[in-house]
């Protein structure tokens, strides 16, 4: 049968729905049982946000000190999370073991954005990050398609954080010094990069 060229424009739109749809679900099976989704964190899954936000180990290379109550927790949550942009839960077989944003830049800016990513420490070296990150990676470029370039500041201390956004496709381009203080202290930190057009973005998609 012959189509159109609006026939073709509506098959073009339909697919790319479909894309979005399946990336927004954003579901991985890590060994075959594992579950990995991501989603957006609410105040019901505040018990479980403090498992990382109260964690000393997880708060070593962030902003934020590590959270003691749950009434700080429930007003992160709130305030933070909630109204975020990009701000999502990353879960194991539907429980949150910890999160994952993207900021937006603005102005002439606007072309970047910057990943942020934490995970309780009893899971770490499990690959549930790496494949936190690619999926948020392959949902952004679809979601906010002004963006060209989605960058993440890793402390030169933290080479957990570091190998992360390399297994997930990131370009590592260099250190640099004193960029940002960290618990009052100037830090030197690692610039990752993967770009919308890097052929490893159409992989993860």
Known sequence: MECDSSCDLTHLSEELTVKIEE???????????????????????????????ADDNVSKFCSWDTFTSKEDAMNYVTDVAIPHPWFQAICLNGKPVGSISVSPFHGTDRCRGELGYVL????????????AVKMAAAAIFIEWPHLERLEAVV???????????????????????????????????????????????????
């Open 23 to 53: 990336k927004l679900k954003l579901s991985h099976k890590e060994d075959g049982n594992s579950d990995i989704t991501l989603r957006p964190l609410d105040l019901t899954d505040v018990d479980d946000f403090m498992e990382w936000f």
């Open 120 to 131: 309780a420490s009893k899971y770490w070296g499990k690959g549930i990050a790496t494949k």
């Open 155 to 205: 402390d030169v201390e933290n080479p957990g954080s570091q190998r992360v956004l390399e297994k997930a496709g990131f370009t590592k381009e260099g250190v640099l010094r004193k960029y940002y203080l960290l618990k009052g202290r100037p830090r030197d930190i690692v610039m990752f990069s993967l770009l919308s057009t890097d052929p490893q973005v159409n992989y993860f998609m």
